[in-house]
């Protein structure tokens, strides 16, 4: 209702007037004057105007590293309202974003909120993920939330308007990789994990079994619809059989997460060992603005038994009589090699830690190397021991630490002949034995 309404209903109406009294009643006429002076001059019935400022919508992209994005990569839109009115229905109108591929993460949250001069409103939020197609300057147009509110006891309905955002994506002007190129596959990402696992452990696998491999790539800003396709595993001596290939988008606040899971039958067709090459896949970090590679690790088939103790069948039992004979061999044996000096106990790390080391030392990465290093003094302490008397390796080893922990720039040393080196067993004099004891008649010579 108008105010020009409004005061037209204060009014009383001409035939009202007609039926004053007359001027003969004196004091009448006068109340009733002081009283249409009073109705006029009454405060209107209060009513909650909406002014400029109580409803608001704000849309907000959150551009990588300050970066304009590439073709398919991620830009989370982030889309706030802030009501000081009351909300009895929403609806949001959302724009085309007809050269965006985009999905909304999770529902959207309702909260209280306080604005900067104390005042209390509410609060929208939603989040939305969307992929640009191509390089271009873009625009993403007005978001419209459409508020029904109460204005005095009667139904409002409001429409809220977000400023349009400008939306440039740049050209990939690198001399490789890039959206538009098919090979290497084009994985822009926040963080890429690749697990991979077989069973039975490939190592133990004879001529005519079967092991199963399963490799599982998570990527952080991705839906699974770009993910790459099966990797190739292919090489000569085995035999392949491809299985099927999952994936799913898990939706976080964060942004989407894409996981693929890929399957094969292995089959060795020749006694000799195989070995299995590692497979590079290469992807561009969004947050830091490089290329990257994530690594699925290469493996041999056949060849032996696995380092862990648990996959290791227990050894059968032999009868007293093999028992005995094995026993007089290996002490002749050990006579005979006491003078030689190949009877030196040795230590060396795992297969799996030495994998660790090459593959970091592969991809370039020291962080990575000086991780899997630490992890190899906790497995096997005594060669850490050995490593710092060893002048040939207190150099390297510092020289990683500068350029782990030490300022930026310092250079790495030479990683893979590093990783060979500690790779090696390391031979020692003897294996602690149990302490002598004095003869009886006096100190032992």
């Known amino acids: 209702m108008s105010g020009e309404t409004m005061l037209e209903a204060a ?24 009283a249409l002076v009073l ?9 909650a105007e909406i002014e400029p400022g109580d409803l608001t919508l704000t849309v907000t992209a959150e551009f990588n590293g300050n970066s304009a994005p590439f073709a398919r990569e991620m830009v989370l839109l982030k889309i706030r309202g802030v009501y000081k ?30 604005l900067p001069d104390g005042q209390s409103a509410i609060a929208f939020d939603r ?22 509110v109460n204005d005095v006891g009667e139904r409002r309905v409001v429409e809220v308007r ?14 490789t990789g890039g959206p538009d190129v098919k090979e290497p596959w084009w994985l822009p990402a926040g963080d890429v994990a690749v697990t991979d696992s077989w069973s039975p452990d490939p190592e133990t696998v004879k001529l005519g079994e079967t092991t199963r491999r399963i490799v599982t790539l998570e990527v952080q800003g991705m839906v699974a619809e770009g993910l790459p396709p099966r990797p190739v595993m292919r090489t000569r001596g085995i035999l392949t059989f491809a299985g099927p290939v999952t ?3 898990l939706l976080t606040p964060s942004g989407p997460v894409a996981r693929a899971t890929y399957q094969w039958d292995v089959k060795p067709g020749v006694p000799e060992v195989i070995p299995l090459d590692a497979i590079a896949i290469p992807w561009f970090d969004t947050n830091t603005r490089t290329m990257r590679e994530a690594e699925i690790p290469a493996r041999q088939i056949g060849g032996g038994l696995p380092d862990r103790e648990g996959d290791r069948a227990p050894p059968p039992v032999p009868s007293p009589l093999v028992a005995a004979a094995a026993a007089l061999a290996a002490f002749g044996l050990g006579l005979a090699l006491i003078g030689y000096g ?35 003094r906790r497995e096997v302490p005594a060669l850490a021991r050995i490593w710092r008397t060893r002048p040939d390796l207190a150099a390297p080893l510092a020289a990683l630490d ?31 034995g149990p302490e002598r004891l004095a003869p009886l008649d006096g100190p032992a010579r």
Do not use: C, M, Y
């Not at 109705?39 to 009513?47: H, N, Q």
């Not at 977000?162 to 001399?175: E, L, N, Q, Y």
């Open 11 to 34: 009014l009383p109406s001409p035939p009202l007037l007609r039926r004053v009294p007359s001027p003969a009643a004196g004091g009448g006429r006068a109340r009733i004057l002081a």
């Open 39 to 47: 109705t006029l001059l009454a405060p209107l019935p209060a009513r």
């Open 85 to 114: 009115q009351p909300i009895l229905l929403e609806e949001v109108v959302q724009p085309s974003l007809a050269n965006f591929s985009w999905t909304q993460l999770g529902r959207d949250h309702w909260s209280k909120t306080k």
């Open 127 to 148: 989040t939305v993920a969307v992929f640009p197609h191509h390089a271009g300057d873009f625009v993403i147009e007005p978001f419209t939330h459409k508020l029904t």
């Open 162 to 175: 977000s400023k349009p955002i400008p939306f440039p994506v740049a050209a990939w002007t690198a001399v």
């Open 247 to 249: 994936r799913e988008t």
């Open 342 to 376: 190949t009877g030196r106990p040795r230590l060396r790390l795992s297969a799996a830690t030495r994998r660790s080391l090459h593959r970091a030392a592969r991809a370039g990465d020291p962080a990575g190397f000086r991780a899997a290093l630490e992890a190899a």
């Open 402 to 432: 500068r350029a782990v922990f030490g300022t930026a720039g310092a250079p790495a040393p030479d990683l893979p002949a590093l990783a060979r080196a500690l790779s090696r067993p390391e031979f020692i004099a003897a294996l602690p």
